[in-house]
């Protein structure tokens, strides 16, 4: 019998890994009363997919831990011997592979299984969405990213062109797949749970019913924790120490204790109203295409407000503030050590 085929491609920092999370729960749940298979083929360790992706991506670190066929022909298997009727397969990293020809093997093989497709993207207000991809690259072990937030706007402003991300999107997949594909595009809430009752509403599957982690999946640096991070990232440090640093900070300034220090005033805001609107503005006309061309709207895609900053802006952490931090650290430890 044919089935559906859900794409859930992000957008990155848009509660994917929360809704990855409540389908890998509930799988058996959603398969037996709703239909809907949430394969274990595929699946990273985060529980989403990125595993398909990643073996279709050529000098990442990732890409030779899978091989594309195998993975294909185990998750066509899977689906095949499946009662299911529709088909979710989530990771936001097949954006950055969708022009790749091993994605038209991926696609074009796997749309044979089924009558429709819907191609499901989350976008966010850019501002916030880039704040948030800001704060994940800093983090990560992998990137490292150890410059300003205005110095990595410059490099990233282009992959925040919805309109144009959009367009590419739809342009290569109805060529590989002319007639039945429907994309579903969502506007990300800002909002505890709300995607999440978007998302399976769009499913028709009754949230209540499920089993849900509220955890946070993927949890944000505080304004301290990133510019430590940042700075320590000028340095080339082994991954050991660098955990061990990590976990201090965490441990020293991972609560609201951090705002008792004397080094550090005001609100913590990464970028002030003047950098905010400037943002917002460099995206609003792609934005209103957007809004024009999905929602039948010809106002603005995103409110311009973004929770705008009512004190003194905490713009950066000077190198004697910094230092003034890592000494409070090196002495919480010591004192741990005696």
């Given amino acids: 019998m ?3 085929l859900i ?3 992000g957008l990155d920092k848009t509660g994917t890994s929360t809704i990855q999370n409540v389908l890998h729960v509930n799988r058996d749940y959603l398969l037996n009363n709703y239909k ?5 083929t595929g699946q990273w360790h985060d529980h989403s997919h990125h595993r398909i992706p990643f073996s279709m991506i050529k000098n990442n670190l990732h890409s030779n831990e899978d091989d594309l066929s195998t993975l294909l022909d185990s998750l066509l298997n899977e ?3 499946s009662t299911c009727e529709r088909v979710v397969i989530s990771s936001e990293i097949f954006r950055s592979c969708i022009n790749l020809e091993s994605f038209d093997l991926f696609y074009s093989s796997l749309v044979e299984l089924f009558e429709s497709v819907d191609i499901v993207i989350y976008l966010r207000n850019q501002v916030n969405w880039l704040l948030s991809l800001y704060n994940q690259f800093v983090k990560d072990n992998n990137v490292r990213f150890s410059q300003s937030f205005n110095n990595f706007f410059e490099k990233t402003k282009e992959r925040a062109d919805y309109f144009t991300l959009l367009t590419s999107i739809e342009m290569k997949l109805k060529r590989l797949d002319k007639k039945n594909v429907n994309f579903k595009v969502f506007k990300y809430v800002e909002k505890s749970n709300q995607i999440l009752d978007d998302f399976f509403e769009y499913l028709e599957v009754d949230i209540k019913e499920l089993v849900i982690n509220n955890t946070n999946m993927n949890k944000s640096l505080n ?4 510019d430590m991070y940042r700075h320590f990232n000028r340095f080339d440090i082994s991954d050991e120490i660098r955990n061990f640093l990590r976990n201090s900070i965490t441990e020293v300034f991972g609560t609201d204790n951090y ?8 609100r913590y805001a990464l970028v002030d109203n003047i950098k905010k609107d400037e943002i917002y503005n460099y995206y609003r006309e792609s934005n209103k295409k957007i809004n024009l061309f999905y929602f039948n709207d010809e106002n603005d895609l995103f409110d311009a407000t ?15 503030n910094f230092s003034k931090l890592l000494i409070k650290i090196v002495q919480k430890n010591l004192k741990e050590t005696k």
């Fill in 259 to 266: 705002k008792n220090f004397n080094c550090i005033s005001g």
């Fill in 223 to 226: 304004r301290i924790e990133l």
């Fill in 2 to 4: 044919k089935k559906k």
């Fill in 306 to 320: 973004l929770d705008n900053v009512e004190v003194e802006d905490y713009s950066s952490l000077n190198i004697e």
């Fill in 7 to 9: 794409l859930h491609i």
């Fill in 36 to 40: 809907i298979l949430y394969p274990l």
């Fill in 79 to 81: 689906i095949a011997t």
